[in-house]
């Protein structure tokens, strides 16, 4: 079955700099990346997400990449800011009819 | 953005007893709905996948007898967790798929968290 890794499983950066999650999958038939941040006590929320049929997506700060050959996918984060500190989750599937499959996660901290 | 809401957010029960967790998707009809449970400082664990008029189908290692889903309708799916044990405490999250020609995505609700004495 699909194996999502994920790293690094901690982040600290200065506000106002830039963070960077990367994920690698297993599963070459898997076409749909989302990526959710989940704040203490909350559910995942999307942020953002990429299907196979797409290399780049940005949406404000927020940037994804994908690399199907090498099957890989990050999450870049820009100008960070105070809340911005969460947990990142990066996810693989299928398609979204189909069972998303979580990376381990990356505690993201904004030093000020 | 489409709305996923649960309830309880929060219960404590005694062991033995049964809990229903119920997840709603409020502006959207779902036909498929998934069950994850989250560990303190771990990743979401897919439970189950939950389609309307159906049967749920479990992951491999997820009893079906302890962790009953009902998909009555497109809006609302329950878990109901039976003769609740304290490894039972965890908290559980649901999400549904909102499929439309324009989008295909799942939205998370925000998470029941289970406490068993």
């Known amino acids: 079955g699909e194996n999502v890794e994920q790293h690094p499983s901690t982040l600290s950066v200065q506000e106002g700099d830039s963070a960077v999650i990367k994920c690698t999958y297993s599963?070459?038939?898997?076409?749909?990346f989302p990526w959710y941040k989940q704040e203490l006590g909350k559910g995942p929320q999307l942020i953002i997400d990429?299907?196979?049929?797409?290399g780049e997506k940005k949406d404000q700060r927020i940037a994804v990449t994908l690399n199907k050959t090498a099957k890989h996918f990050s999450l870049h984060i820009t100008e960070t800011q105070p809340e911005d500190s969460a947990v990142y989750f990066c996810a693989a599937s299928k398609n979204s009819a189909s069972k998303i499959i979580f990376g381990s996660g990356t505690r993201l901290s904004i030093r000020p | 953005g489409a709305v996923v809401s649960q309830h309880p957010s929060w219960v404590i029960c005694k062991s033995g007893t049964s809990v229903k967790i119920e997840c709603r998707s409020l502006?959207?009809?779902?036909?498929?709905m998934f069950w994850y449970r989250q560990f303190p400082k771990q990743s979401l664990m897919l439970m189950a996948t939950?389609?309307?008029?159906?049967?749920?189908?479990?992951e491999q290692g997820v009893e079906k007898d302890k962790f009953l889903i009902n998909h009555a309708s497109l809006t609302l799916s329950t878990l109901t967790v039976t003769s609740a044990h304290p490894e039972d405490s965890s908290f559980y999250i649901c999400?549904?798929?909102?499929?439309?020609?324009?989008?295909?995505?799942?939205?998370f609700g925000p998470g029941t968290r289970l406490t068993v004495l």
């Open positions: 999400s549904a798929r909102w499929y439309t020609s324009d989008t295909d995505t799942q939205y």
């Open positions: 990429i299907r196979s049929n797409v």
């Open positions: 502006d959207f009809q779902a036909t498929t």
């Open positions: 939950s389609n309307e008029g159906s049967k749920a189908t479990y």
């Open positions: 599963d070459s038939a898997s076409n749909y």
